[in-house]
């Protein structure tokens, strides 16, 4: 493993944070008006979709507020604007004046306000444009649907050929289609419009004139299909399919002989109608080929993987490994529980809701009964501007000082929260909720009063320190072994425990183990605007890969001489994975409410094709050919339902908010004094003062827990708990052998409203609560 390199400069980092938001908002901006994926379907809003992300919330705030102390806002003399800035000037005379901003910041303030308007769509408008606009594609003329093959040929006549009527037509009720063409004059373009409306192209209703568009140049061409932005584009000319292949998902190169496949994404055929892509099934759906080619070529292997743990196989495998012995699930979650220490506890089949939890002996309300570690979690990509936390470990680091003005410099762009997350009143403020919270609302529309940018920065570079923020230490951040400046650590211990089981192949930076950078930054690119938990995914595919190639390397140092049990190294260093309950994600999630049930399957189609776009992505940044089942599509598809069915929201408290509460519980002479300082920043960061890290998490053990409407434990964290662990903790006196449950959803809600809830994950619920309510009902 790479070493770590030592922490970065806090400007650096911010500027490299803001150039990557900034290309992402503009990237963002520019796809929302393209009609090409179903956008945004990030984790949380998925979750509302399916009812998703265990509803065992681990609300910060729902989890301190009732059994611990209140939760509160420290206390805040009122104040004015101009007497509240005042006083953090005054007592900020120590700031050092060289401290500035970049001409990189301005830049990048400058993308930020041009693009960054409140108008993502909800989830329910993407659906409805999604299903009733199809998918855009554009096509050449000259050789596809024409006869003939040259400008030239065009000025003596124009005959469409009738054999791609049928299929051109079939096209146009399901895609917006365009054609295009290069022509040398004007008379060439009115006769091939008068061709093709004596075709009877224009007649069926599927296309119109301004959709025939002509250039001059064979550039021009290019420049229709980068702005128009299809799905997909057809074409003869091989240079600029290959030019377009970087731009365009998809294209159909048209050739009469088999040209060699320029890349990936660039199909060929003879003809547009020989051409299975040209069926409308799979220009309007999902476009599956290389990755369901891994689900045909691979099935055994594949549904090796989907089958339950354990096999003869495998055990004979782990006494040729010798260093493991007993590998069936049973032995499995009693390794797990071992390493967890939390011998209170097993995990067994149960004949009607599966593997569940077990007490093996009896725990007092509020004990402890588990904390699980994360096997792979991610933060919100839209947190990581409101928390600054180790990417392995997800504990706070820097320092109060750099917490803070961080999320005051971020505020200050309108790039951090500003309203409170539970507000539901968002889409009327014109503030768009994003990942449960609200996303975006400009730096002036809160209440919040900011404070100078000098003030911010000499906070965030610690050349300014608050009172009492000893109290709090933080690790110093180190930055990713791997260079990519996008992930920190607490410690050389995560550092070196996340680039071994995942990182080193996602990540972005030079010292990357990826096979394509650039491909890498592109599956990020389309998960952060689609559906964050294509990240986790991701993580969990490298931390198969990864394992296997270290159960290889273990293999071939004790068993030199034999070949290697590839398909038996695979499973083993899946079974973490395997573990999980797991439906495929396009055939469990729920249809959301706007979406008309006739439309159910065109929408699990886009999900599906949603998925297919970020495997090929992913495949081509990672691709390793001896793990190649793992990048089959019912693979990709079953760990994201898996994610959906098990996860976990994952939330670590703030030093932050601790520092604010501290100040507040001082006595009074010294609160005084410290607030002098600190009010002017409390009242800057306003109630975003306490926003703890948010992500989403798979725990193995906590995900085994079944759930029940009368639960005898529950998610929650304790003061002592500051990182990304699951704590289960009992709700009542629990007796040995009872099955340890909690609830997936709000269990005070009315038993209609239950059970509808709980139908998004698949069953219905039979414990005594909702017996005894089903027959009142
Ligand atoms: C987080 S997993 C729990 C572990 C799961 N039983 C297993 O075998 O891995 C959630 C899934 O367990 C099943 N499940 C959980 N609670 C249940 C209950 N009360 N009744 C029936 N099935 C339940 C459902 O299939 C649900 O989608």
Redesign the pocket.
Known sequence: MAESSSSPSPTEEIVRLIKRLSAYVAFKMSSLFSTSTIRKLDSRSIGAIAGLA?AVIFTWRAIRTPRERQRRQPKRRIQSAESSSAAAQSSLTSIPPEVSFSHEDTAAQDVVDQFFQPVKPTLGQIVRQKLSEGRKVTCRLLGVILEESSPEELQKQVTVRSSVLEVLLEITKYCDLYLMERVLDDESEAKVLQALESAGIFTSGGLVKDKVLFCSTEIGRTSFVRQLEPDWHIDTNPEISTQLARFIKYQLHVSAVKPERTAPNVFTSQSIEQSKASSPEKLTGARMDSVSEINDNLSVEVSALLAPLPSLQLQALSLSLSCRRNIDSREYFKQLITSRSCNGIEVK??L?????VYANSEFQEDELILKDQILVGIQHSSNKVDCLVCSFCFLFIGSVEKQIGRKLYFKNMGLSGCCDGDSSESEEDGCVKYNGKQEQCGASSSNHKSLPQEVVSSLMNGEMALPYTDKFPLPSPLSCPGRCQEAFYCSESCAQKDWETSHSLLCTGERSESISREALGEFIQHANDTNDIFLLAAKAIAFTILKYRKLKAEYLNKQAKQSVPKQLLLLEAWKPVS???K?RWWDCIALPDDVDPSDEGAFRMQIKDLACTSLELLKAAIFDKECEALFSLDIYGNIIGMFE??NLDLVVASPVEDYFLYIDDLPDAEKEEAEEITRPFLDALGDEYSDCCQGTAFFPLQ??????CCPNAKAFKREEDRDGQAVIIALRQISKNEEV?IS?IDEELPYIERQAL?AD???????PKCLQDASVV
């Open positions: 265990i089949q149960n009607s809701n599966g593997k569940g573990i999980g309950y439906r069915l098990n995900s085994c827990m079944n759930h029940s449950t997936y709980l994950y698949g069953f219905s619920c039979k414990c």
